[in-house]
């Protein structure tokens, strides 16, 4: 294991829980700190408000110099997030950089519930439903938030 990324992760693991943002939470598995679980809970007063979204965060060898890989463990509806639970973020591919760190990349993903992209849909349905009808969205959303409550943690 590179020695650069482990340090970077603890560095990352330590900062998060000093000081973590608002809404976001995550630590590495046991015994793996190339691994992590996250949650994300979603913002208030949005139609995410309540929503409780579980994922894992894989890094590489290259961290920080290589994103991780970051993918929705929750079942989600939204434009930018493909079936799989694969996220469609450019600081996640072209836009990436070292100076992004967990907390960056867990408020990032929580802001793009908020602000989805309609222009590069990772979901074509949600994409469709969000420029046309935003009220179906919407509910489509808090059928998401609701069955989110639901899913076991393991």
Excluded at 49 to 57: A, V
Excluded at 75 to 92: R, V
Excluded at 100 to 122: G, K
Excluded at 123 to 139: M, P, Q, V
Aim: hydrophobic content about 35%; glycine content about 4%.
């Amino acid at each position: 294991m590179s020695t650069t990324a482990r340090k970077r992760l603890m560095r990352d693991f330590k900062r998060l829980h000093i000081d973590p943002p608002q809404g976001v939470n995550g630590s590495p598995v046991p015994d793996n700190i190339m691994h992590w679980n996250a949650v994300i809970f979603g913002p208030e007063d949005t139609p995410w408000d309540g929503g409780t979204f579980r994922l894992t965060l894989e890094f590489q060898e290259e961290y920080p110099n290589k994103a991780p890989v970051v993918k929705f463990k929750s079942t989600m509806f939204h434009p930018n997030i493909y079936a799989d639970g694969g996220i469609c973020l450019d600081i996640l591919q072209n836009q990436w950089s070292p100076i992004y760190d967990v907390s960056a990349i867990l408020t990032s993903i929580q802001s793009l519930l908020c602000d989805p992209n309609p222009n590069s849909p990772a979901n074509s349905e949600a994409a469709r439903l969000y420029s046309e009808n935003r009220r179906e969205y919407n509910r489509r959303v808090k059928q998401i938030v609701e069955s989110s409550w639901l899913e076991p943690t393991d």
